[in-house]
């Protein structure tokens, strides 16, 4: 009888760390993150909490965000070190392994819309920034710093 109760319990576990890798003393969010304006549509997203919140710090450098920083699957800065992905002679980064098999299998996340330009940027060379009042580590992806200043301005 206990086998019976044990094993369906294991499998059910398995299944919900099969996710993330990850030890977080964070509870991950049970709902995604809102859609980003003007991407291209992606495959379904998983949430996962950003290690620190945005409010406070200035994440920004002369470039962007740090890529290695951002899960280009949830569009999120996350605060810390993300999974790298290369693909294609490219480096995307992902939050976990669910995140890493999205990004080698769906084009769709590799790539964004600038909101500027309206043009199709990939992430992976993209100028990554906050998206203005988010409070939750939503980023957007622009083709240049340039178009990004314009955007803010």
Known sequence: MKNRIILPVLF??????SCSQQKSENNQTAAAAPPVENTQPAAPMHAHAPENKVAGENPMTETGLPKDLVCM???????????????????????CEM???????????????????????????????????????????????KNYKVFVN
């Open 73 to 95: 699957v949830n569009n999120a800065y996350m605060g810390k070190q993300q999974f790298p992905v290369p693909f294609e002679g490219k480096m995307y980064y992902g939050c």
């Open 12 to 17: 059910a576990g398995l299944i919900m760390a």
């Open 99 to 145: 995140c890493v098999k999205t990004i080698k299998n769906e084009r769709s996340v590799r790539f964004a819309t600038d909101p500027v330009t309206g043009k199709e940027v990939d992430k992976s060379v993209a100028f990554i920034a906050l998206k203005p009042g988010s409070a939750s580590g939503e980023v957007l992806y622009f083709e240049s710093e």
